[in-house]
């Protein structure tokens, strides 16, 4: 199983990214998929989770400002990250998750870092 992130880097406050998870040895569609953060000194958190079915859940310091997305067919599950503000720093991994079967897989992380 791989779960392969992509998109973070540097970007001034105000500014947008997008992030890309690319997922493999897994049945990417029955999976709920989900984005977290890991910023120095804090525990880990859930920004975003879309189910199998296309329900999607926010943080509520996100809403409004990031949308998660997912292309069945490619196997990829994306957030785009609008407005983003110094805050948002941190390390973005990407998460999938099954619960029936207990399977809980993570990516490596990719770096945001937002400049104020």
């Known amino acids: 199983v791989q779960l392969v992130e992509s998109g973070g880097g540097l970007v001034q406050a105000g500014g947008s990214l997008r992030l890309s998870c690319a997922a493999s040895?897994?049945?990417?569609?029955?999976?709920?998929m989900g984005w977290y953060r890991q910023a120095p000194g804090n525990q880990r958190e859930l920004v975003a989770v879309i189910s199998s079915g296309g329900n999607t859940n926010y943080a509520d310091s996100v809403k409004g400002r990031f949308t998660i997305s997912r292309d069945n067919a490619k196997r990829t599950v994306y957030l785009q990250m609008n407005s983003l503000k110094h805050e948002d720093t941190a390390v973005y991994y990407c998460?999938?998750?099954?619960?029936?079967?207990?399977?809980?897989?993570w990516g490596q992380g990719t770096q945001v870092t937002v400049s104020s």
């Open positions: 998460n999938a998750n099954l619960v029936r079967v207990g399977n809980d897989y």
């Open positions: 040895g897994i049945l990417f569609s029955i999976h709920a």
